[in-house]
């Protein structure tokens, strides 16, 4: 299984970025797959989840701005992110679990539980 992520950049306040992440390796059946973020000093936050079904959970904080969707036709997952702020700032990652123990689960919360990642792809609001 491989993720790639793209489409981190410098954006101004205000502004709007979408990430992608691009999976091989495996089909999308029954499966959980999710967007996390890290800024320097602080810990892994989770800010989406969605599952093979098109299910999806949001971190409260987070989803009036964030939109996390799936195209299973293009093997991408994405992550929509407007009206961006300063404190959005961090390297975002996506993650991925086949296991059917985590797709059950997966929109019940953000634990930090995938069995893949990707290498990162930063977003700086500035």
């Known amino acids: 299984v491989q993720l790639v992520e793209s489409g981190g950049e410098l954006v101004q306040p205000g502004g709007s970025l979408r990430l992608s992440c691009a999976a091989s390796g495996y089909t999308y059946n029954r499966n959980c797959m999710a967007w996390f973020r890290q800024a320097p000093g602080k810990a892994r936050e989770g800010i989406a989840v969605i599952d093979s079904d098109g299910d999806t959970a949001y971190a409260e904080s987070m989803k009036d701005r964030f939109t996390i969707s799936l195209d299973k036709a293009k093997n991408t997952l994405y992550l929509q992110m407007n009206s961006l702020k300063a404190e959005d700032s961090a390297m975002y990652y996506c993650?991925?679990?086949?296991?059917?123990?985590?797709?059950?689960?997966?929109?019940?919360?953000?634990?930090?539980?995938?069995?893949?990642w990707g290498q990162g792809t930063q977003v700086t609001v500035s």
């Open positions: 993650a991925a679990d086949l296991r059917w123990s985590k797709w059950i689960r997966c929109t019940a919360g953000l634990a930090d539980d995938f069995g893949y």
